[in-house]
């Protein structure tokens, strides 16, 4: 059954670092503990190969027998990654690489996009999540994934000829999937990569932020907002002192600015965690930061009053008063104005939470 499965994989010319020969010479199907351990590389890329092979998952019954297998030889993978000593050789990475780009990396229908996103615009989406019926197979392939990246046995310095820029863009493109299943998946694998590939982490720092731009100026609909601002906030905290002006930078042109779209709620609780560790990186910031808030305050959507005094209380709690100082007449002015709204959710958050956080301070 092994060769009228391989006969539907796709034909790629053979190379010197991933030969056909390598994917034919051994049975993929045959188990890693039936071979000399010499051969486990070469059957592991054979079974890589097997797992090129993707199905249609709309169709439930179709190629079942098929899918079954292509299932268990990525239980196999994993579990040989799990297990494997020394250093993967580079036809070993390449060969993963690709498998990896076959099975993750598409374009999502525009149906798909055309509804209700996590972040598509709503202040409170209720929308049921899309499931993607292929999860299956998908779940087992990000399982694969973070477990390579992580393993001892990937050396970086190789590693990143294939885990390259082009990767990580369309690994990031994936992140506008509407399963939340799978963002939560490349929300860790994302962090993992971030960490093995110190060469990469300006790349994607930028590459991150031209989502954020993309979504805050041009289009406000993107799934994975939330996702991006979890990831960065582990990012944040491992700034080194005294902050970069490239940081400082990220946090007046990007993560003040991701105040703006009407589906802030969405993500509201990760961006302000983000916004709180720059304040905890450099306390000076945080009349800047108060500043930057009112020049985005919603004042014709109250939801969103509710959410930016929430808010402007927490950033309170960590300002001196020397900071404050720098702030207090407009924010004063703001507190004023909310304290005078016609919606009982803001009036009664203005007095009783702002002024009590002030006073606190004085």
């Not at 797992?51 to 079942?64: L, N, Q, T």
């Not at 369309?170 to 993992?192: A, C, F, G, V």
């Not at 990469?200 to 590459?207: D, L, Q, V």
């Amino acid at each position: 059954m092994w060769k009228q499965f391989l006969s539907k994989l796709p034909r790629t010319k053979s190379s010197a670092v991933f030969p056909s020969s390598v994917v034919a010479g051994i049975e993929p199907l045959v188990a890693f503990k039936d071979v000399p351990s010499s051969e486990r590389h070469n059957l592991f890329v054979s079974k890589l190969g097997l797992c090129c092979a993707v199905f249609d998952f709309s169709d439930p019954a179709k190629s079942s027998a098929e899918k079954d297998i292509k299932r268990q030889t990525l239980l196999d993978l994993i579990d040989f990654v799990d297990s494997s000593s020394g250093r993967y050789p580079e036809a070993v990475i390449a060969a993963c690489s690709r498998m990896l780009a076959v099975n993750l990396f598409r374009v999502f229908p525009p149906s798909y996009r055309s509804g209700a996103g996590s972040s598509s615009g709503g202040e409170g989406d209720e929308d049921e999540p899309m499931f993607d019926p292929a999860w299956c197979h998908l779940q087992l392939v990000y399982e694969l994934l973070l477990k390579f990246i992580g393993s001892n046995s990937l050396d970086a310095k190789i590693g990143k000829k294939y885990f390259d820029h082009s990767f990580i863009v369309r690994l990031l493109n994936l992140l506008d999937s509407e399963d939340p299943r799978e963002r939560d998946s490349l929300k860790t694998i994302l962090h993992r990569i971030y960490g093995k590939f110190m060469v990469h982490r300006p790349f994607i720092r930028k590459a991150v932020s031209n989502i954020f731009y993309h979504f805050v100026f041009e289009t406000q609909r993107h799934n994975g907002i939330a996702e991006l601002l979890e990831v960065f906030g582990s990012v944040i905290s491992g700034f080194a002192l005294p902050l970069k002006e490239e940081h400082k930078i990220f946090l007046w042109r990007v993560l003040i600015p991701l105040h703006k779209p009407k589906s802030v709620g969405v993500y509201l609780q990760q961006l302000t965690y983000c916004v709180t560790q720059f304040l905890e990186k450099d306390p000076k910031l945080a009349g800047s930061i108060i500043i930057g808030l009112l020049r985005y305050w919603p004042v014709t959507n109250s939801q969103k009053e509710v959410m930016f005094l929430s808010e402007i209380e927490e950033i309170l709690e960590a300002t001196s008063m020397v900071e404050f100082q720098k702030c207090m007449v407009p924010l004063f002015r703001r507190i004023a104005q909310c304290i005078n709204s016609s919606h009982f959710q803001v009036t009664c958050l203005a007095p009783s939470n702002i002024t009590w956080c002030l006073c606190d301070e004085v």
